[in-house]
């Protein structure tokens, strides 16, 4: 499966399972040498609240795992759920962070502190046997934040303290001023403490200490940002999982950074793709407020994710919520947009920052925020600019380095400004987030000419826009100019974009579709986040329920992903993006990006380097025989060296596929086919031709 993983226990290869993986979704994966079993219980589980898994701790053939409303039983030996522990008063939820056991009693710390109970109890179900310490025991009040068993006594967080129970007391073992343990781990004959400092809110600094039986301790300090587990293996080499740094191997006062071949965390917010680069803004907004996401920005380029943080660029440190992303048509620039740190503009490997130094506005009532919502770039090379919140909520940033901006002559509460695009008739179109619908402007000839500035506001009802609701989420230009607008209730196009500014407008028609039976409108019971086109003007359709790929006029369903039916990560779809180079479909969901190798690529106006892929196409290759660099929408007919047609078929976009069987339903046979193109006036051609051995 390609997805997240939260934990993990490595056991005894020849006792138990190999390997416990807990995944984000609160799906389990027993992995051993020979199979992967599934445990899907608690991820299926109808639970209204917190579902995750914190912590697994093993005991013999079982594994406790701490989650967001009690503890969970895995038997090991029999692979499966075998008891759930809600503890909390009168049998409710509770939030467990860690689990340990030491003889025969288990101690978890929740919370709202510290409780325990016996093992030998047959009936742990019942929350009524199990105490939760306090006074009595001299146990503190609040959230214990982590518990483990260490050298024949047991130990527990509270804050920036570590106690240990001595019979039934809990006494103070070692206490630093605002150091906030977040976890205990123990590895034969040392404790480990993941800490960070926080004085007020804000985590300024993190650390481990190593303590070994006797509680004396060692500090381990630099690299670490938000530590989360650590362990110890044979050869006395330390690894450390960092939420914000990956996994770090500590050996000899010398830190190595282990990270998988891809973005550093699974957030996706938006993606943007040219010249084979895809560049990835993975911040967050909730409700058009600040998540304070730190994870800067990602490419995939050269075969390798490269990311930009501020591990290796400190001026991200300051720079939060990188929520959109594009690059100048050389691709030698590429810009991003902060929810409230300006533009970023990256260029030969630094990174400059558009602020004061620009027409970007702060936002009325919060000074000091900068707040980048949508990018374009238009035909003249203009960098056109949302900018949320600001008095002036559009800007453009010249090819001179110059800036203006606009303010709309139509109402926009707020000033709320979204995603913006550049259509075929140089018209901006602009989402109005929080129910504003859409901001059209045309500034005429000249640019800096205000006087001819255009604006009009679409929304609901006939010569209106008619959109099916105000409460816009996507939009994009297809490739015959037709303005595709994704809503909370489905889908609407403009047909007739060039006349929005005449004297009857021009409203949006939704697409009437056949489902199950019934007429109705073209999504329009889902909430549309993202609309993409590919090479063959096909609409790639993100949703909450998964993801649709349909045909141009979007009549006809091609497919339909989910979780269920497919490897998407996520049915919640953020934003979809196509490689038009190689038609690869780049999926970005709530937990992660998936890629899907479509069939359909860009397609130009002549033919450009036409080959076929795999030639030759050997007998132990099974796949879909690819005709790529086509004429846009070829007619493409395959014979054989006599001239016999063999498949007959139209490019989508510039490629066309074949399954190498003929109109009969035989594998073609071996010898030399060739393939002739044209465009749809006959005027543009090509021949080419390949090898077939069977």
């Known amino acids: 499966r390609l997805e997240l993983f939260d934990h993990l226990l490595v056991l005894d290869l020849h006792v138990v399972a190999p390997l416990i993986v807990a995944y984000t979704n609160s799906n389990i994966d027993l992995i051993s040498l020979t199979s992967t079993v599934n445990i899907s219980d608690i991820k299926r589980k109808n639970l209204v609240g917190d579902k995750n898994i914190y912590d697994i701790h093993l005991r013999q053939q079982k594994a406790y795992l701490a989650t967001g409303f009690g503890i969970v039983v895995l038997d090991l030996k029999n692979e499966e759920i075998s008891d759930t522990y809600v503890i909390g008063e009168n049998g409710s939820n509770i939030k467990i962070n860690q689990v340990t056991t030491l003889n025969d009693s288990i101690y978890a710390a929740t919370e709202e502190g510290i409780y325990a109970a016996s093992l030998l109890n047959p009936v742990l179900a019942n929350f009524s046997n199990w105490t939760r310490h306090g006074a009595a025991e001299q146990a503190p009040g609040g959230e214990c934040q982590a518990v483990s068993s260490f050298s024949g006594q047991v130990y527990a967080a509270f804050g920036d303290s570590l106690l240990r129970l001595s019979g039934q007391k809990w006494s103070l073992v070692f206490q630093d001023n605002s150091w906030l343990t977040s976890y205990l781990s123990v590895t034969d004959d040392h404790m480990y403490l993941s800490q960070v400092f ?14 070994n039986a006797q509680l004396q301790i060692d500090y381990i ?13 044979e050869q006395g080499t330390i690894w450390i999982a960092d939420n914000w740094r990956g996994l770090l191997k500590y050996k000899n006062n010398t830190f190595e950074e282990i990270a998988p071949d891809g973005p550093r965390t699974s957030n996706v917010q938006e993606i943007f793709i040219q010249d084979n680069i895809v560049s990835v803004a993975p911040g967050a907004i909730s409700s058009w407020n600040y998540k304070f996401n730190r994870d800067g920005f990602f490419q995939f380029k050269d075969h390798r994710w490269v990311n930009y943080n501020r591990s290796s660029m400190s001026v991200l440190d300051s720079i939060l919520d990188i929520i959109t992303v594009i690059a100048d048509p050389s691709g030698e620039h590429l810009y991003l947009g902060s929810y409230g740190g300006g533009l970023v503009e990256f260029y030969d490997n630094k990174l400059i920052v558009h602020k004061q130094n620009s027409s970007i506005g702060e936002t009325v009532g919060d000074p000091g925020s900068f707040r980048v919502s ?41 000033n709320t400004a979204g995603p913006v695009i550049v259509d075929s008739w140089d018209q901006k179109w602009m989402i109005l987030p929080q129910g504003g619908g859409l901001l059209v ?33 996507s939009i994009v230009e297809d490739l015959d100019g037709e303005i595709w607008i994704g809503t909370d209730k489905g889908i609407a196009v403009f047909y007739c974009a060039a006349d929005v500014f005449n004297e009857f407008g021009c409203d949006a028609d939704q697409i009437f579709v056949k489902q199950d039976g019934i007429d109705a409108f073209l999504m329009e019971t889902e909430s549309v986040n993202t609309i993409a086109i590919d090479g063959a003007n096909r609409k790639w359709i993100g949703t909450t329920n998964g993801v649709w790929l349909m045909s141009d006029d979007g009549t006809q369903e091609i497919f339909h992903f989910n979780e269920l039916n497919s490897p998407l990560l996520s049915d919640f779809v953020m934003d979809i993006a196509v490689n038009h180079e190689n038609g690869e479909v780049f999926i970005g969901t709530e937990t992660g990006i998936i890629s899907y190798k479509s069939t359909a690529t860009g397609g130009g106006s002549t033919h450009n380097d036409v080959y ?9 290759y099974m796949g879909m025989i690819a005709i790529k660099g086509l004429v846009k929408d070829a007619d493409v007919r395959i014979t054989d060296i006599s001239g016999t047609l063999i498949y007959r078929t139209k490019a989508l976009g510039g490629q066309a596929v074949w399954n190498g069987y003929n109109y009969s339903g035989q594998r073609a046979q071996s010898g030399v086919y060739l393939v002739f193109s044209t465009n749809s006036n006959g005027k543009e051609t090509q021949v080419t031709r390949f090898l077939v051995i069977n």
């Open 198 to 211: 926080d004085t007020s809110g804000t985590i300024e600094n993190a650390r481990i200490i190593e303590m």
């Open 221 to 233: 300090q630099q690299r670490i940002l938000r530590p989360r587990n650590v362990i110890k293996d």
């Open 374 to 414: 949508g990018l374009t770039i238009d035909n003249a090379g203009n960098l056109w600019v949302s900018n949320f919140g600001a008095v002036n909520p559009l800007s453009v940033k010249k090819p001179d380095g110059s800036w203006q901006s606009f303010k709309p002559s139509v109402s926009i509460p707020d």
């Open 441 to 473: 402007f045309d500034h005429g000839a000249d640019l800096e000419d205000t006087s001819d500035d255009q604006y009009k506001k679409l929304g609901l009802g006939e010569n209106n826009g008619n959109l099916p609701s105000v409460n816009v989420l």
């Open 612 to 620: 076929v892929y795999p030639n030759p196409v050997t007998p132990d």
